[in-house]
């Protein structure tokens, strides 16, 4: 009788862990079905940075050169490289030097120590490169930000939390540029661009 209470038992725990077993495989395949739907997910959102948009030194995870609106306006001095070209208690401002003799200004404005806006001023040599850089920053700011909509004479996308992102073609003559403004839609973006 023991021989066969010790055979029942020992058949019993073995059929248990192999339930429990079979139960954590099927968890542990829905767990990585979900991973890749999330990182599928992820993916169709990913900002590819390439071409202008690495010269201009940007990143997939921040409005512009690692720097966010609502970022302490501290960590500016500490993520731009080389001197400020103006500096006061409302804003600084730095240039970017760019291939073929074209360049960037860019001034982060704060409020209350934290970035409160972004402007940038592109000044390009010619309207090939205006179009090529155009280009490039809607397919960045549409996959950061969704789907544009014409407004203020350029082409505005406004994301979360009510931040809005402006692109405009400043080009006169032969003065070839474009025009970036980030912030939110309260603050400095009410501002007319120029």
């Not at 070839?176 to 973006?189: D, E, H």
């Amino acid at each position: 009788m023991n021989k066969y209470f010790l055979v029942v038992t020992l058949c019993c725990s073995i059929l248990f862990f192999s339930a429990c077993r079979s139960r954590q495989q099927a968890n542990s395949q829905s767990t990585d079905s979900t991973q890749t739907t999330e990182s599928a997910t992820e993916m169709t959102t990913h900002v590819t940075i390439a071409g202008h948009l690495t010269e201009l030194g940007l990143t997939p995870n921040s409005d512009w050169r690692g720097i966010n609106v609502g970022d302490e306006f501290s960590n500016v001095k500490g993520l731009e490289k080389g001197e400020s070209f103006e500096s006061d208690t409302d804003h600084i401002g730095y240039t970017i030097e760019l291939k073929n003799l074209e360049s960037a200004d860019i001034l982060y404005y704060q409020t209350g120590k934290k970035v409160s806006a972004i402007d940038v001023d592109l000044f390009l040599n010619n309207r090939q490169s205006v179009t090529i850089y155009q280009k490039e920053l809607e397919g960045y700011f549409s996959v950061r930000y969704g789907a544009p909509k014409p407004g203020d004479g350029g082409t505005v996308w406004i994301g979360q939390k009510g931040k809005t992102v402006l692109l405009k073609d400043v080009s006169k003559g032969k003065d070839f540029g474009l025009k970036i403004k980030i912030g939110s839609s309260g603050g400095a973006m009410t501002a007319s661009v120029k």
